[in-house]
């Protein structure tokens, strides 16, 4: 399907990191797959080339590296780059905004602002917008972090409000595109199978693991001011736990979805700092070893203080005081440098209430749902059935759902799917104000706990993070599923 209508789509930060990497490939594969009407234009804004010549110089030698699904098709290429014009800009000309207004006066359609730059740019850039008038009828795109704490995001969404209207502003968390958690809630309310189990009656625990074999890469500035609870936490991890946990909305609207969302971020039980060391682990990697491979610790990363109490580890004892969820433990947890890369959600069942079937069933376990966002995107719902032969001996067997097999075609990567998004004006994939509020209300007491006192605990590259986060699940009689699939 194409998009509704031409549109000029405006990204400053155009020669930055994420643009090369996610923004235009993401655009190169709308383009060839054909979603993107014929006179929708691509206005990039950058500081350090001087012409359309030198951007696309750039272009080609650094975005064509990143266009991953299918490889480059030299005619679709050719055709996306024609679509490419350049702005120089400097943010802090105001005659520079003057120049980019003149040039986007001929360009009709829905108008579109990506801001792929620093936190610090979005008040001064739209100031500038609105100061040449091309606030209005326009869409503005926000690339998390959105501050650093309550009150900085505030600052934020108060300023970029005073410009923009809610309805106009498309805060980006790129795990809501990702085919598989849009997939979460089509398993949730299009099936009459799961929901009636999906509460404290049948469900005993919920993980939530988003872990990750890279380290900090070339971030480390940015990662040693930033830490896991505030990367990973309040945005990707709060996330999906309310989409596992909302109430069904009525319909798919995006203030339907994001109403019953934010109902869950509400009803998260307030941290007490008296309580932090019992529901919430940090941990920072060590040296070790990655499949085969060694890597440093965090502390010798480039960017990164010697003496970092920065966590690259998090998790989280999480409960959610309403009717479905009241005394189910919801456990988070992500970090780097870990044993592996895979983000999956697991329900773990309670046991039948009587066993007619002997001392083997119990043993055996109960059942329990593996939703794995990746690597692969699969389903696992583990039963319990009788093993061939004499007598009654149950196990655990799985019955398994690959989509790769059943979809062979048709994915779209998280960052295609949310531009169409924004081009469409589809606003359920992003986050609301009130979303982002609740879920930095919630991590705040943690975090400034943590940087009131005590250091993360360490932990080897290339292991399941600091022992404590297994010992809070084995308070609960329980522990983090971790299984090759
Ligand atoms: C980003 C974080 O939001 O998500 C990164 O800033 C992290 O630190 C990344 O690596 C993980 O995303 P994905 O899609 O690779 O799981």
Redesign the pocket.
């Known amino acids: 399907m194409q998009t509704d209508s031409s549109f000029t789509f405006v990204l400053f930060g155009g020669t930055g990191d994420l643009s090369m990497r996610k923004i235009l490939p993401a655009l190169y594969e709308a383009h060839r797959a054909g979603m993107l009407a014929a006179s929708g234009k691509i206005v990039a804004v950058a500081r350090h080339e001087e012409d359309r010549a030198g951007y696309l110089q750039w272009v080609n030698e650094h975005v064509k590296a990143h266009v991953a699904k299918s490889g480059i098709d030299e005619n679709a290429w050719a055709g996306f780059v024609d679509r490419i014009e350049y702005v120089k800009l400097d943010l802090g000309k105001a005659e520079d905004f003057v120049k980019l207004r003149d040039a986007l006066q001929d360009h009709a359609g829905t108008r579109v602002f990506y801001l792929a730059t620093g936190p610090s740019l979005f008040v001064p850039i739209c100031h500038a917008l609105a100061s040449v008038g091309l606030n209005e009828n326009a869409r503005i795109v926000l690339e998390?972090?959105l501050g650093y704490d309550l009150r900085s995001s505030n600052a934020i969404n108060d300023a970029v409000g005073e410009i923009f209207a809610e309805e106009q502003i498309y805060r980006i968390?790129?795990?809501l595109g990702?085919e598989p958690v849009q997939n979460l809630l089509a398993l949730r309310f299009g099936n009459a199978l799961f929901e009636p189990l999906w509460r404290r009656e049948w469900v005993e625990s919920i993980q939530i693991t988003?872990a990750?074999e890279?380290g900090?890469?070339a971030?480390g500035d940015?990662?040693d001011n930033?830490g896991?609870l505030r990367?990973?936490v309040q945005?990707?991890l709060l996330q999906l736990l309310s989409i596992v946990a909302m109430e069904p909305p009525h319909s798919m609207d995006s203030d339907s979805v994001r109403d019953e969302k934010l109902r869950v971020l509400r009803a998260l039980k307030p941290i007490d700092p008296r309580d932090i060391s019992k529901v919430a682990v940090r941990g920072q990697y060590h040296a070790g070893v990655i499949r085969g491979t060694s890597v440093p610790a965090y502390a010798t990363e480039s960017g990164v203080k010697t003496d970092s109490a920065t966590e690259t580890f998090v998790a989280l004892k999480v409960e959610i005081e309403n009717w479905r969820w009241a005394g189910v433990p919801f456990f988070l947890r992500t970090g780097?440098r870990l044993a592996d890369?895979v983000?999956e959600i697991v329900v773990n069942f309670r046991a039948v209430p009587h066993s007619a079937l002997g001392a083997s069933a119990l043993r055996a376990g109960a059942n329990r749902l593996v939703i794995r966002?990746?690597p692969n995107e699969t389903i696992r719902l583990y039963c319990l059935a009788k093993k061939p032969g004499e007598g009654m001996n149950l196990s655990s067997v799985h019955l398994d759902l690959a989509f790769d097999q059943f979809f062979k075609e048709g994915q779209m990567e998280?960052y295609q799917r949310l531009l169409l998004d924004v081009i469409n004006g589809r606003l359920a994939l992003f986050v609301r104000r009130d979303e982002q509020e609740a879920a930095w209300k919630w991590v705040e007491p943690i975090l400034n706990e943590w940087a009131a006192s005590g250091k993360p605990k360490p932990y080897a590259a290339g292991t399941w993070g600091p022992a404590a986060a297994s010992a809070m699940l084995a308070q609960h009689g329980t522990c983090w599923l971790e299984e090759e699939n």
């Open positions: 998390k972090p968390d790129h795990y990702k988003i990750e890279l900090v890469e971030r940015f990662y930033t896991a990367d990973m945005n990707h780097k890369r983000a966002l990746q998280a």
